[in-house]
T-cell receptor, first 115, second 117 residues
């Protein structure tokens, strides 16, 4: 069965600090997709990244970076030089090849960036 | 990019009444859509899979007679919360994938906040 764990329930950092959000997943499939979504207070889900199981290259997009480690089943997300606008709940998610549309979410990490 | 639209964005209804939420894929066809529910400070929990032209598939613990799903066309799925109670108050979000483009990213609607009073 697929499962996503985000051990950090809440994180608070001071603006300009770097912060890493952890994500550990479980799946029996060899082909799967991992996602990160941001959910600001408005509630709308904002897509951040998708990574397939065959691509372990780390990715950087501006202040965001992702570290995918299949050996440890982790897909961690780092925000560099955090800003107040980064305050939101962040969800790591997983979908398996057998049902790409069916996205299973982790419990989420609430990030507060303090000015 | 692909867009999924939900309507209404928020709704308040009285206990015992029914409320319908629409989920539309605006620029692509979706044979499958998904409905999620999110309680305050919790994660999104998959409720059901909506299949165009056939019955929806419900996750364990979700009452199919209470949460009626209809997927009448390739661009529209509806979720009807019947005989709503205050405990049904939640944030409901749908998602769909643009299968025609072979994409694997699920697009989410903006969500519907339901308050039952």
């Amino acid at each position: 069965a697929q499962k996503v764990t985000q051990a950090q329930t809440e994180i608070s950092v001071v603006e300009k600090e770097d912060v890493t959000l952890d994500c550990v997943y479980e799946t029996r499939d060899t082909t799967y997709y991992l996602f990160w979504y941001k959910q600001p207070p408005s509630g709308e889900l904002v897509f951040l990244i998708r990574r397939n199981s065959f691509d372990e290259q780390n990715e950087i997009s501006g202040r965001y970076s992702w570290n995918f480690q299949k050996s440890t089943s982790s897909f961690n997300f780092t925000i560099t030089a955090s800003q107040v606008v980064d305050s939101a709940v962040y969800f790591c998610a997983l979908s398996e090849k057998t049902s790409y549309d069916k996205v299973i979410f982790g419990p989420g990490t609430s990030l507060s960036v303090i000015p | 990019g692909a867009v999924v639209s939900q309507h209404p964005s928020w709704v308040i209804c009285k206990s015992g009444t029914s409320v319908k939420i629409e989920c539309r894929s605006l620029d692509f066809q979706a044979t499958t859509m998904f409905w999620y529910r999110q309680f305050p400070k919790q994660s999104l929990m998959l409720m059901a899979t909506s299949n165009e032209g056939s019955k929806a598939t419900y996750e364990q613990g979700v009452e199919k007679d209470k949460f009626l799903i209809n997927h009448a066309s390739l661009t529209l799925s509806t979720l009807t919360v019947t005989s709503a109670h205050p405990e049904d108050s939640s944030f409901y979000i749908c998602s769909a994938r643009d299968q025609g483009a072979g994409r694997t990213e699920a697009f989410f609607g903006q969500g519907t906040r339901l308050t039952v009073v």
